[in-house]
Protein backbone atom coordinates (compact mmCIF):
# COMPACT_ATOMS: atom_id res chain seq x y z
CA UNK A 1 0.00 0.00 0.00
CA UNK A 2 1.52 3.32 -0.80
CA UNK A 3 2.23 5.74 1.93
CA UNK A 4 -0.55 8.25 3.04
CA UNK A 5 0.06 11.65 3.68
CA UNK A 6 -1.20 12.57 7.70
CA UNK A 7 -4.92 14.06 7.94
CA UNK A 8 -4.01 18.13 7.73
CA UNK A 9 -6.43 20.61 8.78
CA UNK A 10 -8.34 21.00 5.58
CA UNK A 11 -11.89 20.30 5.48
CA UNK A 12 -12.43 16.71 4.62
CA UNK A 13 -13.10 15.56 1.11
CA UNK A 14 -16.93 14.91 -0.46
CA UNK A 15 -16.35 11.01 0.15
CA UNK A 16 -15.83 11.69 4.01
CA UNK A 17 -18.37 13.79 4.44
CA UNK A 18 -21.11 11.44 2.60
CA UNK A 19 -19.85 8.79 4.90
CA UNK A 20 -20.13 11.04 8.10
CA UNK A 21 -24.18 11.92 6.99
CA UNK A 22 -24.73 8.00 6.43
CA UNK A 23 -23.25 7.40 9.25
CA UNK A 24 -24.72 9.46 11.47
CA UNK A 25 -22.02 11.80 12.68
CA UNK A 26 -23.26 14.73 10.46
CA UNK A 27 -27.03 14.99 10.56
CA UNK A 28 -28.74 13.71 7.23
CA UNK A 29 -31.05 16.68 6.29
CA UNK A 30 -28.35 19.25 8.15
CA UNK A 31 -27.29 21.54 4.43
CA UNK A 32 -24.32 21.41 2.38
CA UNK A 33 -22.91 24.35 3.16
CA UNK A 34 -23.74 26.57 6.51
CA UNK A 35 -23.31 29.86 7.12
CA UNK A 36 -20.48 31.39 9.17
CA UNK A 37 -20.50 34.41 11.13
CA UNK A 38 -16.67 35.05 11.72
CA UNK A 39 -16.23 34.41 8.02
CA UNK A 40 -14.16 37.27 6.27
CA UNK A 41 -13.88 37.31 2.57
CA UNK A 42 -10.48 38.97 1.16
CA UNK A 43 -8.68 39.98 -1.80
CA UNK A 44 -7.65 36.61 -2.65
CA UNK A 45 -11.10 35.86 -3.10
CA UNK A 46 -11.34 37.24 -6.34
CA UNK A 47 -8.86 36.22 -7.89
CA UNK A 48 -10.16 32.55 -8.97
CA UNK A 49 -12.10 32.42 -12.29
CA UNK A 50 -14.77 30.17 -10.19
CA UNK A 51 -15.28 33.05 -7.46
CA UNK A 52 -15.48 35.99 -10.21
CA UNK A 53 -18.19 33.66 -11.74
CA UNK A 54 -19.92 33.15 -8.40
CA UNK A 55 -20.20 37.01 -8.09
CA UNK A 56 -21.42 37.39 -11.51
CA UNK A 57 -24.18 34.51 -10.99
CA UNK A 58 -25.11 36.03 -7.62
CA UNK A 59 -25.72 39.56 -8.66
CA UNK A 60 -27.58 38.46 -11.56
CA UNK A 61 -29.97 36.30 -9.65
CA UNK A 62 -30.29 39.28 -7.05
CA UNK A 63 -31.08 41.65 -10.23
CA UNK A 64 -33.93 38.65 -11.19
CA UNK A 65 -35.10 39.07 -8.11
CA UNK A 66 -35.52 42.63 -7.29
CA UNK A 67 -37.33 43.16 -10.70
CA UNK A 68 -39.86 40.48 -9.31
CA UNK A 69 -40.44 41.79 -6.41
CA UNK A 70 -40.87 45.69 -8.04
CA UNK A 71 -43.26 44.18 -10.62
CA UNK A 72 -45.11 42.53 -7.69
CA UNK A 73 -45.64 45.54 -5.80
CA UNK A 74 -47.36 47.05 -9.18
CA UNK A 75 -51.17 46.66 -9.32
CA UNK A 76 -52.65 46.68 -12.82
CA UNK A 77 -54.48 49.93 -14.18
CA UNK A 78 -58.10 49.11 -14.79
CA UNK A 79 -59.95 51.22 -16.60
CA UNK A 80 -62.88 52.56 -14.58
CA UNK A 81 -66.94 52.22 -16.11
CA UNK A 82 -67.27 55.41 -16.32
CA UNK A 83 -64.00 56.63 -18.50
CA UNK A 84 -64.87 54.14 -21.66
CA UNK A 85 -63.98 54.22 -25.15
CA UNK A 86 -65.63 56.84 -27.61
CA UNK A 87 -65.09 54.44 -30.27
CA UNK A 88 -66.62 51.72 -31.28
CA UNK A 89 -66.15 48.91 -33.55
CA UNK A 90 -69.48 48.58 -35.12
CA UNK A 91 -67.88 51.42 -37.44
CA UNK A 92 -65.30 49.42 -38.72
CA UNK A 93 -67.48 46.73 -39.38
CA UNK A 94 -69.98 48.42 -41.64
CA UNK A 95 -67.27 49.94 -43.24
CA UNK A 96 -65.92 46.44 -44.29
CA UNK A 97 -68.02 44.96 -47.63
CA UNK A 98 -70.38 42.12 -47.02
CA UNK A 99 -68.66 38.91 -47.05
CA UNK A 100 -71.74 36.28 -45.88
CA UNK A 101 -73.49 37.75 -49.48
CA UNK A 102 -70.47 35.73 -51.46
CA UNK A 103 -70.82 32.59 -48.86
CA UNK A 104 -73.47 31.42 -50.13
CA UNK A 105 -71.75 31.27 -53.72
CA UNK A 106 -69.05 29.88 -52.64
CA UNK A 107 -70.93 26.21 -51.17
CA UNK A 108 -70.03 24.03 -53.75
CA UNK A 109 -66.50 25.16 -54.31
CA UNK A 110 -63.35 22.68 -52.83
CA UNK A 111 -62.03 23.82 -49.28
CA UNK A 112 -58.50 23.63 -48.63
CA UNK A 113 -57.37 23.32 -44.70
CA UNK A 114 -54.29 23.34 -43.32
CA UNK A 115 -53.04 20.20 -41.67
CA UNK A 116 -52.34 20.28 -37.94
CA UNK A 117 -48.90 18.26 -36.99
CA UNK A 118 -51.11 15.58 -34.77
CA UNK A 119 -51.37 11.38 -34.99
CA UNK A 120 -51.27 10.37 -38.20
CA UNK A 121 -50.99 13.62 -39.66
CA UNK A 122 -48.65 11.88 -42.89
CA UNK A 123 -51.87 9.45 -43.52
CA UNK A 124 -53.81 12.45 -43.54
CA UNK A 125 -51.76 14.62 -46.14
CA UNK A 126 -51.14 11.82 -48.23
CA UNK A 127 -55.44 11.46 -48.68
CA UNK A 128 -55.49 15.06 -49.55
CA UNK A 129 -52.64 14.48 -52.14
CA UNK A 130 -54.78 11.45 -53.59
CA UNK A 131 -58.03 13.96 -53.63
CA UNK A 132 -56.16 16.79 -55.40
CA UNK A 133 -54.76 14.62 -57.55
CA UNK A 134 -58.12 12.72 -58.72
CA UNK A 135 -59.70 16.35 -58.96
CA UNK A 136 -56.73 17.59 -60.77
CA UNK A 137 -56.97 14.02 -63.59
CA UNK A 138 -60.77 15.09 -63.53
CA UNK A 139 -59.79 18.55 -64.76
CA UNK A 140 -57.61 17.20 -67.18
CA UNK A 141 -59.92 14.77 -68.39
CA UNK A 142 -62.22 17.59 -69.20
CA UNK A 143 -60.14 19.27 -70.99
CA UNK A 144 -59.14 16.48 -73.25
CA UNK A 145 -62.63 15.65 -73.86
CA UNK A 146 -63.15 19.52 -75.41
CA UNK A 147 -63.47 19.42 -78.91
CA UNK A 148 -61.28 21.08 -80.77
CA UNK A 149 -63.48 23.48 -82.75
CA UNK A 150 -65.61 24.30 -79.45
CA UNK A 151 -61.99 25.55 -77.78
CA UNK A 152 -61.12 27.77 -80.71
CA UNK A 153 -62.74 30.99 -81.22
CA UNK A 154 -64.94 31.81 -84.27
CA UNK A 155 -62.70 33.97 -86.27
CA UNK A 156 -59.84 31.10 -86.15
CA UNK A 157 -62.52 28.67 -87.35
CA UNK A 158 -62.87 30.89 -90.42
CA UNK A 159 -59.32 31.42 -90.62
CA UNK A 160 -58.73 27.52 -90.60
CA UNK A 161 -61.16 26.92 -93.41
CA UNK A 162 -59.33 29.52 -96.12
CA UNK A 163 -55.33 28.09 -94.59
CA UNK A 164 -55.69 24.33 -94.04
CA UNK A 165 -52.48 24.84 -92.20
CA UNK A 166 -53.62 23.54 -88.55
CA UNK A 167 -52.42 26.04 -85.72
CA UNK A 168 -52.09 24.04 -82.38
CA UNK A 169 -51.08 26.95 -80.51
CA UNK A 170 -54.36 29.10 -80.15
CA UNK A 171 -56.45 25.60 -78.82
CA UNK A 172 -53.97 25.10 -76.67
CA UNK A 173 -54.44 28.48 -74.73
CA UNK A 174 -57.84 28.11 -74.78
CA UNK A 175 -57.80 24.74 -73.20
CA UNK A 176 -55.51 26.31 -70.44
CA UNK A 177 -57.86 29.09 -70.10
CA UNK A 178 -60.46 26.69 -69.47
CA UNK A 179 -58.91 24.99 -66.77
CA UNK A 180 -57.75 28.34 -65.37
CA UNK A 181 -61.63 28.98 -65.35
CA UNK A 182 -63.03 25.55 -63.83
CA UNK A 183 -60.32 25.72 -61.57
CA UNK A 184 -61.58 29.58 -60.20
CA UNK A 185 -64.95 28.36 -60.07
CA UNK A 186 -64.21 25.02 -58.08
CA UNK A 187 -61.88 26.82 -55.54
CA UNK A 188 -63.03 28.81 -52.36
CA UNK A 189 -61.63 32.79 -53.02
CA UNK A 190 -61.21 34.63 -50.39
CA UNK A 191 -64.08 37.73 -51.09
CA UNK A 192 -61.72 39.92 -50.57
CA UNK A 193 -60.31 39.28 -53.27
CA UNK A 194 -62.67 38.47 -55.85
CA UNK A 195 -63.23 41.79 -57.46
CA UNK A 196 -59.40 41.82 -58.61
Do not use: C
Not at 123 to 137: A, L, P, S
Not at 144 to 165: F, I, N, S, T
Not at 166 to 173: E, G, K, W
Amino acid sequence: MAPRPPPSDKKPSARALRMQRITGQIHPLAPMKTHREGTLTDDSFLSSKRDKRQIKHSSFVSRIHSTADARVGKKKRTRRPGNKLATDLDALADALPEIEEGAAANRGKVQHKSLRTRKGALKRKERIVKGEMERFGASMARLADLPADQAAPPQQQADEKMVEAPVPAPSTSNRWAALRGYISTTMEQNPAFLNK
